[in-house]
């Protein structure tokens, strides 16, 4: 049957050969970035780098320091978008944080400050609703970081012994040496790293701060790091089921733990938080964070010194985002009759302009289009018949802002 599928694929891919693509490029159900994917079209691997160059540079300057010193960075902060759970996501906020961890971890911070500083970027989300304890925070950036290979990268360049040395505990030094943290962390609870479950497994719960705040910051020293960055996406899915006062204790958990606890990381300013989230929701969690009588030491708040804002992009720079995805998937042996072919430029430039220069919603369009247009053996997509087929609308659940 799995062979049958792929066929009827590989069969539909064929039929993009005409306009001279390996297959549709834009992305598929609903244009939301998911970093895990393998597919280029989801997981941020097809970017515009000009058409971010202003929240690049924001952000190099605000959450690295690049232009003083890695010590001058903000340690919290916010990468946001204007807007509500509608309008304020599918703006970029996503692919900017995954173009960040892929550019930092290239050398691990080789290409700032004069390759003199090693850091790292850990992409951390969550997928499913649930209440916001911040021991899901640890347990999700651990999995994040075997992903990443970042106790693979340690246990290539210390040995046990520098470990136990340096304080890390011996049963966690000598899985972290040979490479097998996730059999370590999995043999200590009830549940697989990836299931985000708490029941039952007090034990594991109580050992996961010391694990992650200071055990695991141990090990990075170790290895050369000098700090890491957090980006932590999806935040919503720690608060929407939650009450305002689990919020609050949440954000003030949260807060406390990574900033003033007296642990290995908010002794040695180890991490940078950086929250990704729309401008409702970055209001929410701004009141716990002052609530929480962070603010005066941590100001966070959307439009402040400590956020970058993923602007609405314009038309020039939406252009170069569509041109990247049809360069992606073009056949170069194809002759192109123009740049953006199988689209005339007054196509795609109805497309931007009826979806209000929105990223997911003319990606989303597009992608509908370019099938429409195969489906009924268009040669090329004129702005005519651009208007012809049906934009998919947008539903979201409540949000934090409903609550």
């Known amino acids: 049957m799995s062979e049958q599928i792929e066929k009827v694929k590989n069969e539909e ?18 244009a939301i970035l998911k970093p895990e994917s393998d597919d280029p079209r989801e997981n941020g691997k097809i970017f515009s780098v000009d058409a971010r160059k202003k929240e690049i540079n924001e952000f190099e300057e605000k959450f690295i320091g690049k232009n003083t010193s890695f010590d001058d960075r903000i340690r919290c902060g916010f990468l946001w978008a204007e807007g509500d759970r509608t309008t304020g996501r599918g703006m970029g906020k996503t692919a900017l944080a995954v173009c960040m961890k892929h550019k930092i971890n290239d050398g691990y911070g080789k ?22 304890r911040v021991v899901f925070l640890y347990k999700e950036a651990l999995r994040s970081f075997i992903k990443d290979g970042l106790f693979s990268h340690i246990s290539s360049c210390v040995s046990k012994d520098a470990l136990v040395n340096a304080g890390v505990q011996e049963d966690f030094a000598e899985a972290v040496a040979s490479n097998r943290v996730k059999d370590y962390l999995e043999s200590l609870s009830r549940y697989k790293l990836e299931e985000m479950s708490t029941a039952w497994d007090q034990k594991f719960l109580v050992k996961l701060p010391d694990l992650f705040l200071n055990q695991t910051v141990r090990c990075l020293k170790v290895a050369g790091f000098k700090g890491g960055i957090l980006l932590i996406d999806d935040i919503e899915n720690l608060t929407d089921i939650s009450t305002r006062a689990e919020i609050e204790n949440f954000i003030k958990d949260f807060g406390i733990a990574f900033f003033r606890a007296g642990n290995e990381a908010s002794n040695s300013n180890f991490f940078t938080i950086i929250i990704t989230t729309h401008q409702q929701s970055a209001q929410k969690i701004s009141q716990a964070w002052t609530v929480a009588g962070l603010s005066a030491s941590f100001p966070l708040a959307p439009g402040g010194h400590a956020s970058v804002l993923t602007r609405k992009p314009d038309n020039i720079q939406c252009l170069d985002m569509i041109k990247q995805y049809l360069k992606y998937y073009r056949d170069p042996s194809f002759t192109l009759p123009d740049e953006f072919y199988p689209f005339k430029r007054d196509a795609i430039e109805t497309v931007i302009q009826d979806c209000d220069f929105h990223p ?8 509908r289009i370019t099938t429409e247009a195969l489906n009924k053996d268009k040669n090329e997509i004129t702005a005519e018949f651009v208007r012809t087929v049906r934009k998919l609308e947008e539903e979201e659940a409540p949000g934090i802002e409903e609550l």
């Open 13 to 30: 891919k064929e039929g993009y050969k005409k306009y001279g693509l390996k297959d549709n490029p834009f992305p598929k159900g609903g």
């Open 360 to 367: 997911r919603r003319f990606l989303s369009w597009l992608c």
């Open 111 to 132: 290409t700032y400050f004069e390759g003199k500083i090693k850091f790292f970027c850990s992409y951390v989300s969550f997928k499913q609703q649930l209440k916001s």
